[in-house]
């Protein structure tokens, strides 16, 4: 109910803009666009004004990707959302190990087996949950992406440089799965997030060695 309302709410702006590809592009995925792309450009400086643009941009992608029928994806923008106000407050009042103001980091090896542990395990059991539950027609695809995502968003919020190489997997994987679902502008945004995620870890790397 609670969904059919948001879509009912959201039709006007999901209304196509233009025509690409075969595949209408709407006003909503436009606007979601330009505040993904400054977000992650926000991200890439580590200036914290990227996690209200991310809420915005999730909340409508949150949309789109419901009326796409990638329940895993929009369900994902809701987690976005919570997290994205608990990593605001970690870059701002957050505190490392050291209990100094928190910087960018790196990750132990135990942390990254961990991490890497858990969104593997996480991702078979999501897409059984939505094979089952939702009419989803590309359950375990959606999934992943989904999984890696909650992962990388954690790391984020910590300032843990680790962040963007799960970017740069969740990026590549996105890029064919919303070719698949004809959702061009977005497919080239997560194409272009790709490169942004190569330039990020270069740019965290290179702040982490002159700290």
């Known amino acids: ?5 948001a879509l009912s709410l959201a039709a006007p702006a999901l209304a196509p803009a233009f025509v690409l590809w075969g595949s209408p ?23 914290a004004t990227a996690w209200p643009l991310a809420i915005a941009a999730s909340a409508l992608y949150g949309v789109l990707f419901a009326a796409a029928r ?5 369900t994902l923008q809701v987690l976005f959302i ?23 980091h790196v990750m132990s090896r135990r942390q990254a087996l ?7 395990a996480a991702w078979p059991l999501l897409g059984a949950l939505l094979h089952r539950y939702t009419d989803s027609d590309v359950p375990y695809l959606d999934a992943l992406p989904t999984t890696l995502s909650v992962a990388g968003q954690f790391l984020l919020g910590r300032k ?7 970017w740069l997997v969740v ?28 330039a990020g870890w270069r740019a965290w790397r290179m702040r982490l060695a002159s700290a």
């Open 1 to 5: 109910m609670a969904l059919e309302l």
């Open 25 to 47: 592009i709407t006003w909503l995925e436009i606007v979601a666009v330009m505040l993904s792309i400054a977000m992650v450009w926000c991200n890439l400086r580590v200036d």
């Open 70 to 74: 990638l329940y895993g994806e929009a």
């Open 82 to 104: 919570a997290v994205a106000f608990w990593g605001w407050w970690q870059w701002l009042r957050g505190r490392g190990d050291d209990g100094q103001a928190l910087r960018v």
């Open 114 to 120: 961990g991490v890497a542990c858990l969104a593997l």
């Open 160 to 166: 843990l440089i680790e962040n963007w190489l799960v």
């Open 171 to 198: 990026n590549v994987f996105s890029v064919g799965l919303f070719a698949l679902k004809g959702l061009w502008l977005t497919t080239a945004l997560y194409a272009l997030f790709a490169a942004l995620s190569v």
